[in-house]
Structure formats: C-alpha cells, structure tokens
C-alpha cells in the first residue's frame, strides 16, 4: 500500500523493467496439492523477461559509451528489450534484423524507438552487418544472454520470487541461450540454496541438458521446436553458471509443449508464447515427484500473435 | 505458506470456489500513477464469477432439495457453474438451454455434468420448458442473479479482495442482472463504507444506470451490445442492492468497449470475456478522477471462444 497516499498530479517516471505479479494459480495448485506460483513475466515491459537484462546491461554502461548508443542483432524479444531500455535511458539502440523476420516483430522494435538495419538471413551475416555499423559509430554490442550484466538483470525475476516466497520448494524456468536460468540459479542459490533450480528445454533442443550431464558445452546444431525462443545454445558464461548453479534438466517433446501450451490459454486464459508451455509441460511430467510442494514457474513472455493460439482441443489429456 | 509442508498423498477433496488471484496489474498501475489490482474471476471453477453464487446457493439447500437435484435456464456462465456447483455437491443440474445456443456452450455445461434440455429461442420458451420438467421432478430453480443466496455467494469475491487489500478507494464491477455487482456492494460498504463501489455498463444496455437515476426498476427491452453477458436487465432484490449499496453506474460505448477489450488481450495478456473490458473503458473514460488511487477491478469471467478475439489494432489509443 505504499501507494496509497500518492497526490494526484505524479507523473509517470522513466520507465523501469516493472516488479510483475507472482500469482498463485488456484487449478494447477488444487491439481498438484501444494502450491504453485506463475510470475508473469508476460506483463513485464516489453512482455518478457529480456526488459531486465537489457535494462540492467544499459545503465551500466558508463557516459561515452551510452553517446554511442547500443547495438544487437535479434529479431525476437531481446531486440525489442534493447530498444525499449535504450529508450528509457535516451540512448540510441541499433537492432539488426534478418529481412525475413515477421513483420509483426519489426514494428515491435521501431515502436520501442529501436533504428532497425536488415541484413540477409544467416547467423554470419547478422555479425558482418552488425560489425559495419559498429565500424563506423562505435556502438556497444549488448548481447542476448552470454554477458555478465544480462545475467544478472535476469536475475531480478527470481529476486522477487524469493522476496514474496521465501519458502519454495523448486523453481522451474526454460532454457535457450541460457541467460535467464543462470540469473535465476544464481539469485536463487545464493539466497537459499535449498530450492531447487531445475531448467525446462524442449527435447528437440536438449543442448543445455546433454551440456549439463555431458559437462561439456555441446552445441546445438539447427534445432526446431515450436518453442521458438529456445532454439539457441548455451554461451560459455551461461554453460558454467548452469552447471554451478542448477539442479537439473529436464526436457519434453514437442507434443507434450504444445499440450500444455493450449491448457495455458484455454484453462489458465493466460496468452503466453509455447517457450512457456515448456514448464508447465514438465510440471505434468514430472507431477509425481513435484506433488504437494510449493512451486513457482517463470511464465518468461506473452510475445505471441493471438492468430496462432492452439486449439482448445490440444489441451485434452493435460489434467 | 499453510500448505508448505503437505504430505505427497493428499487427495484433491471435493471442489470448492477458488480464492482467484488478485493481481497488482504493473501496465495499468504505472499509467494511472497508482495501484490498480484485476481480481481474477477468469480463473474461477467454470471461468468465472458465477461459480461462487450457484456453490452458495447449492450448498444452503436440505438434503430433500438436494435429493430433488436443481434446474435453471441458461446457456451461459450461469449454467456451466451450476452444472459444477450441483455436481460437487453430488446432486443434479438440469439446464434448460435453447436450440441455437452455441455448441460450444452446451459442451461446457455437458463438461460439468450438467442434464441439458433444449427448448425453443425465447424467454418465454426456456420457462415454459422449465416449468415442464419441474411439474414432474420437482427440483428445485436456482436463478442466475436475483436471490438473496446468489447474491450472498458472488459478494465471496468482494471479501477476498478486502481481506488483501483492505485499503482500497474504489472497486469496479461491472452489472447485466447485478447479481455481482450487489454482492460486491454489500461485502464492501459493510465491511468499509468509504470504499466507493462503481458499477460498469454498456451505453447499449444502460438499464441499471438508468434505474439507478430514476430509482425505479426500468426494463432494459432487447439490448444489443458485444458485452454480452450484461444484456440481462436487473431483478427487484438486485436493484435495491444497488439503490442502496452501489455509489454510482457508468457507462461505455461499444467502441470504447472493444478498444478496452483489445487492450486487455494484447497488452494485459489476459483472456476475457467482452464483458470484462466493460470497467476497463470506464477506467480510462474516468481516468482524471480515478488517477492515482488504489482501485480493483473485478474481472468478471474468460469463457470466450480464442477465434473471437480482436485484433491488436484495436487496442490502438487505448494507452
């Protein structure tokens, strides 16, 4: 109730990634007698978690670098996070995008304030188009995931989820590049290093699991799962801090994403990308062993066009 | 935290209503410089508020009622909750429900164990069948909004809001039959008079505001609007509820209703029913007055069909 007595005439600060509400979610606690806690990070800035890390990379960045502004390349949530922090620190950011990328996420960026470059589609060439711009103006490359200050903006999420649950049990996140579950370990071991930490990947992108048993960073090749946000592999920095700071991995195959991505919206009326569905698939899993415990699962983002939401029928055989 | 140390074996007991989430909304909260906090009946038993009176109803009968089982007329939330509310009490439903309702609808009530009876389109048509049915079995009517026990079972939500948020300044429902929007009265002007309680209405459908101005019960004729579960005109018991509980009803216009309904899809990343966008337009429409309080808005219901839901476009200016 902090707010309780604020005059009238305050006026909306410089925007911040925003502290996003934990809820307990009455059917899926009732299913697993205990409790389970969704943060939504879909109702984060820019809807999804990225908002933190990006904003956390930027306001570390010391006065020359912010007057040369910021680049990346990303035509998901990152870019949009990037454009959007940039934006509320009055920097420029510079986001390179594959010509082919949705034109639903271009708008995204520009509508963030983000200067959007094309270049051909291809890993390679998103970096040579990234270098030629950088050549010329200089601007700091704020990666996805495999830096320090994303990292640790990532772990802000869990930070809040232990502030308002201290006594948990587990926590489950989804893993691609890595960046929000070694937040996550990180904030989340160093508190209480009781709670489990165990990451959620599609089995048709199982390179942070083999990586994580295997001890050995293993690349992912060219994975395709609907769960297009955890395509990427693992980085370096993200590979040692799962491996630090994680309990386990656990993966699921595409039908058991997609069953639990239309239970998501259909039972939980929830709008939220199938990266999500991830862990509420494994929540199904694994119910036996999960059963009765106090659970909270990062709901990472709700960037999805609302034309391609499954069909309440996918959501059969769920609970 | 009470359930923190339940054994793995406990079983899921008989259904109650949910205490649903009350969610302090970040976007919403920062934009009105306040607290504003969505109280999420979409995530009821049957999705939406009307589980809380059909259990209460239900649950007050004697055991020879209950042996009779129930009856009610209703192709909507009202039916699908008392179809639950008489199944988790181990007794019957028998929904009366007209034959172009959609199939979607009847699949929903047959879900919960409901008896469905189809009659002809028309009000008159679904009492006559009612009665039909009762002169035989003898079971007992439970309306959709105008008695006392159903406005008692809706004014549970009102209670779970107050108990989180004891502070508030305002509470926004919106009214069709007003049952919720009684209960909602009642719960919060007994337990805090200084809370203003508003009620929300489509212009298209404004009997309740009406009523309320001329305090005179007015018959809302055949209202049209896309808010279509608040086409329902009030009762004599809902209307002097809300003559003596409610502080004041205002009303939106359809296009101020699908633009809140649009925003709260794309941007709240909420699923809900057109009816729920109703104190959301009146949000913005009071916006002036109602910036920098602390206010909760009770989000009424999320049975609507996902193929239905509005484009992003619409939300445009919403913000």
């Not at 809807?47 to 910021?70: C, N, P, Q």
């Not at 711009?133 to 495999?146: A, D, K, S, V």
């Not at 992912?220 to 990427?232: H, Q, S, V, W």
């Not at 980085?235 to 595409?254: A, H, Q, S, W």
Request: charged share 20%.
């Amino acid at each position: 109730m902090a707010f309780f007595c604020r005059p009238f005439n305050i006026q909306v600060m410089t925007e911040k990634p925003f502290r996003t509400p934990l809820i307990r979610q009455p059917l899926l606690s009732q299913w697993m007698g205990g409790d389970v806690y969704l943060k939504c990070e879909n109702l984060q800035q820019t809807h999804s978690f990225k908002a933190r890390g990006a904003y956390h990379a930027v306001s570390l960045l010391d006065k020359t670098a912010k007057e040369k502004g910021v680049i990346t390349h990303s035509s998901g949530n990152h870019g949009q996070a990037l454009a959007w922090a940039a934006k509320s620190h009055g920097i420029e950011a510079h986001i390179v995008v594959p010509e082919n990328a949705p034109p639903i996420k271009i708008a995204a960026i520009k509508q963030q304030g983000g200067i959007v470059h094309f270049c051909a589609s291809g890993m390679d060439e998103r970096e040579v188009k990234m270098r030629e711009i950088q050549n010329l103006h200089g601007q700091i490359f704020i990666p996805p995931y495999n830096h320090e200050h994303i990292i640790r903006g990532q772990s802000t999420c869990a930070k809040e989820i232990l502030e308002e649950q201290p006594r948990l049990n587990a926590i489950l996140a989804p893993v691609g590049g890595g960046g929000l579950l070694s937040g996550t370990a990180w904030a989340t071991k160093t508190t209480n290093p009781k709670i489990q930490v165990l990451g959620c990947e599609p089995e048709a992108a199982d390179d942070a699991a083999r990586s994580f048993k295997a001890k050995k960073l293993i690349h992912p090749g060219n994975p395709d799962t609907i769960a297009d946000g955890l395509r990427t592999g693992l980085g370096d920095l993200t590979f040692n801090y799962i491996l630090n700071y994680v309990d386990d991995i656990y993966t699921v195959d595409e039908n058991e994403i997609v069953q639990a991505w239309a239970f998501a919206i259909h039972r939980l009326k929830m709008i939220m990308e199938p990266s999500c569905a991830v862990p509420l698939a494994v929540l199904k899993k694994h119910r036996s062993a999960l059963k009765g415990k106090s659970i909270a699962i990062i709901i990472t983002g709700g960037n999805v066009d609302t034309q391609t939401l499954p069909n309440a029928s996918k959501a059969l055989g769920f609970m």
